[in-house]
């Protein structure tokens, strides 16, 4: 029966050696991808890749709810008050809808 330590250091071997079997056929694999697409001649966008960048889907702005009557200055009731509405009765700022 083998020792700790030999089966160890079979593993650390054997993990060198699965590394080693892994980039070589990463890069045949990317070899092999490169020669079709320029057999092909394939783009990205046929990929699915696409070369700009995506912006996050945004939602829109929220209507003003409440609003400064003296700087004109609106809030939508959503995320921290402004400072001009903090402490405050925020009823004598609703916007009549």
């Known amino acids: 029966m083998a020792t700790y330590k030999q089966l160890t250091a079979q593993l650390e071997k054997l993990h060198k050696e699965m ?3 892994r980039d070589k056929e990463v890069m045949q694999a990317i070899a092999d991808i490169k020669e079709k697409i320029a057999e092909y001649g394939i783009t ?5 890749f696409s ?3 995506r912006s ?3 939602k829109p702005a929220l209507p003003p709810k409440y609003q400064n ?3 004109g200055e ?7 008050a402004p400072g001009w509405l903090a402490g405050k009765n925020r009823d004598r700022f609703l916007i009549e809808q």
């Open 19 to 21: 590394s080693m079997a």
């Open 44 to 48: 990205a966008e046929e990929l699915g």
């Open 51 to 53: 070369s700009k960048k």
């Open 56 to 58: 996050a889907a945004r």
């Open 69 to 71: 009557p003296k700087t």
């Open 74 to 80: 609106t809030w939508s009731g959503r995320g921290r």
